[in-house]
Nanobody, 115 residues
Framework: QAQLVESGGGLVQPGGSLRLSCAASGSIFLISTMGWYRQAPGKERELVAVIARGGSTNYADSVKDRFTISRDNAKKLVYLQMNSLKPEDTAVYYC?????????WGQGTQVTVSS
């Protein structure tokens, strides 16, 4: 059974850091793009960062220079290093993995930035 398992969310003070991890397992093969999205209360889900199999990346303007996405193709892992966190980064963060026409989503992990 295909699944994505996320970890690393939590409560952090403004200016702090967190690292999110996502592991793909089961019948998930030939992964192309891996990425992170987030959804804040009352808002639509939005792209945070994506990384292609070859390593090229794309970031939302709001997180550029603060967040870094990386992946381990052999282990089917994707990471999101989040630095200089702001209260507006508070959201549920979702891992996304794309294999051809199929999108897989994780269950989401809560990130709360508050003093």
């Amino acid at each position: 059974q295909a699944q994505l398992v996320e970890s690393g969310g939590g409560l952090v003070q403004p200016g702090g850091s967190l690292r999110l991890s996502c592991a793909a397992s089961g019948s998930i093969f030939l992964i192309s793009t891996m990425g992170w999205y987030r959804q804040a209360p009352g808002k639509e889900r939005e792209l945070v960062a994506v990384i292609a199999r070859g390593g090229s990346t794309n970031y939302a303007d709001s997180v550029k220079d603060r967040f870094t996405i990386s992946r381990d193709n052999a282990k089917k892992l994707v990471y999101l290093q989040m630095n200089s966190l702001k209260p507006e980064d508070t959201a549920v963060y979702y891992c996304n993995v794309r294999t051809g026409p199929i999108d897989y989503w994780g269950q989401g992990t809560q990130v709360t930035v508050s003093s």
